[in-house]
């Protein structure tokens, strides 16, 4: 069974850094993608950044600079290194898997976590001015 359990949330003033963890089990970090989302109540889900089976990385125009994902493989976990907190980075975090293979990417307009891939309960991050 894929799991995915997210920790490293908190309240952080702006300019602030916070780092995220994913523990991942029941799939190989060899051939599967990992992302993070983040929502905000009220709003669409937003990918944040995903890391490839291979290490490659991508990142949404927002965290492009700030934020860095990672992943020890040997500890089964993904990071998300968030650095130059501003107020709209509050959100839940969410990361998530489909394995094997890609992500399952969230449709535009459309809140998560979402019902196809896995994803864990999510980490509340809150940016104070």
């Known amino acids: 069974e894929v799991q995915l359990v997210e920790s490293g949330g908190s309240s952080v003033q702006a300019g602030g850094s916070l780092r995220l963890s994913c523990l991942a089990s029941g799939f190989s970090f060899g051939n599967s993608d990992i992302g993070w989302y983040r929502q905000v109540p009220g709003k669409e889900c937003e990918l944040v950044a995903t890391?490839?089976?291979?290490?490659?990385?991508d990142y949404e125009d927002p965290v492009k600079g700030r934020f860095t994902i990672s992943q020890d493989n040997a500890k089964n976990t993904v990071y998300l290194q968030m650095n130059g907190l501003k107020p709209e980075d509050t959100a839940v975090y969410y990361c998530?898997?489909?394995?094997?293979?890609?992500?399952?990417?969230?449709?535009?307009?459309?809140?998560?976590?979402?019902?196809?891939?896995?994803w864990g309960r999510g980490t509340q991050v809150t940016v104070t001015v």
């Open positions: 998530t898997a489909d394995p094997p293979g890609p992500i399952w990417y969230v449709r535009p307009g459309n809140t998560c976590p979402a019902r196809r891939g896995s």
């Open positions: 890391i490839s089976y291979d290490g490659s990385t």
